[in-house]
């Protein structure tokens, strides 16, 4: 692959985007090439992903400006299709993701920020959605995701206004989890994932399956959805384990995502 690199160590990948000389904007084969990578990673041995661009100026700058600049209506329907299935993806990947923020985070770069689970960034980033300065509507999910992580009003303020927000601003909205020194960063991230990674895999696909699934339903459903996956996870060895290692006052759990 040209522009994304997949590294695994132990329970943990990391994807990196690069294309830095564009600062790693997302073109139709950056896109391609993270479906391509997500098809190759073994979920069965993963507990994490994180997900970052190279280079310490930009996550992603969005997508790519000049391939979009000469779309008509059908092309730009189906190019924001084509974004929009792989970040749907993304988000609804058995695994947990970390966004590993390392600089502009902007358009599609803060719409891939917001398809992973949990945000991280370092000192220098920076979020936007500039899109309507461009004359196109946000089209990765950002009309929908940023409502639902910051609320409808301030999203709408970002949208309009196509106006930058920097690292502590994005952490004060509730739009990114941690802000660290551009140094920190990816080991911050890799201490989460390894954190994430300790606890019963399981268990943890299906929190997040239960947290994804029920913010889409009313809450009588939602609670039906937590029951069948907390009721699932008693049929699991994983259950057994972490329950008996309390018992018998054991810190070291020995998960065998089963
Ligand atoms: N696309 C293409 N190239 C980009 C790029 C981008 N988004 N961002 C940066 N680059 C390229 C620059 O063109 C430049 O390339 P060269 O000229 O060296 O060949 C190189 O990266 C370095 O950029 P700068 O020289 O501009 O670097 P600066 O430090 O001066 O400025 C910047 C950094 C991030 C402030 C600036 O590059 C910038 O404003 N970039 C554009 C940011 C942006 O507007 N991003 C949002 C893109 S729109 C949809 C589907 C998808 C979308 C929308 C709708 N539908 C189908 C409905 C998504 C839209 C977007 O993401």
Redesign the pocket.
Known sequence: MEYVVYEQNGFIGTLTINRP???N???KQVLTEINEALDEICMCSLRCLIITGAGD??FV????????SV?NREE??????F?NDIFRRLETLPVPTIAAING?A????C?LAMSCDIRICSENA?F????V??G?????G?TQRLARIVGIGKAKEMIYTASNIKADEAYRIGLVNKVVPQEELMATAQKMAAKIASNAPVAVRLAKKAINEGLQVDMDKAIVIEECDFGDCFATEDQKEGMKAFLEKRKEKNFQNK
């Open positions: 000389k564009a600062l904007a997302l073109n100026k930009s700058a969005g997508a790519d400006i000049g391939e979009m779309l730009g329907t189906a190019w924001g299709k974004g502009f902007l358009g599609g770069g719409e920076v936007g959605q500039p899109e300065g461009l196109i509507t946000p089209g990765f950002g």
